[in-house]
């Protein structure tokens, strides 16, 4: 299985942008589909989840109210709208697949397989 995150770049605060992970490679064995963000000096933290085949997304508590996940079965492709962005917001984001079907938020050791990361910047 192979994850390709894309769609990061400079955006202001209060503004908006949507991640694509595009998947590929034995969608069959995917259950669930993530995405997390790593700001410089932190740790992996989970943003969203969503089944892979129905259901609806997750989200950590601090991102439910401005972000969203979303997938299209069709173009075997994972979306994060985020909006109302805040310099806090500044990370790099990584989209990640998992064999099981999970529900809710977990960690990111949870997942097999990850994308390189695309570089989401918000200035104040």
């Known amino acids: 299985v192979q994850l390709q995150a894309s769609g990061g770049g400079l955006v202001q605060a209060g503004g908006s942008l949507r991640l694509s992970c595009a998947v590929s490679?034995?969608?069959?064995?995917?259950?669930?589909v993530a995405w997390f963000r790593q700001a410089p000096g932190k740790e992996r933290e989970p943003v969203a989840s969503?089944?892979?085949?129905?259901?609806?997304?997750h989200y950590a508590d601090s991102m439910k109210d401005r972000f969203t996940i979303s997938r299209d079965n069709a173009k075997n492709t994972v979306y994060l709208q985020m909006s109302s962005l805040k310099p806090e917001d500044t990370a790099v984001y990584y989209c990640?697949?998992?064999?099981?079907?999970?529900?809710?938020?977990?960690?990111?050791?949870?997942?097999?397989?990850w994308g390189q990361g695309t570089l989401v910047t918000v200035s104040s």
């Open positions: 969503i089944p892979w085949s129905g259901g609806i997304g």
């Open positions: 990640a697949a998992d064999p099981r079907r999970r529900v809710g938020v977990w960690p990111a050791s949870a997942y097999d397989y």
């Open positions: 490679g034995g969608t069959f064995r995917i259950g669930t």
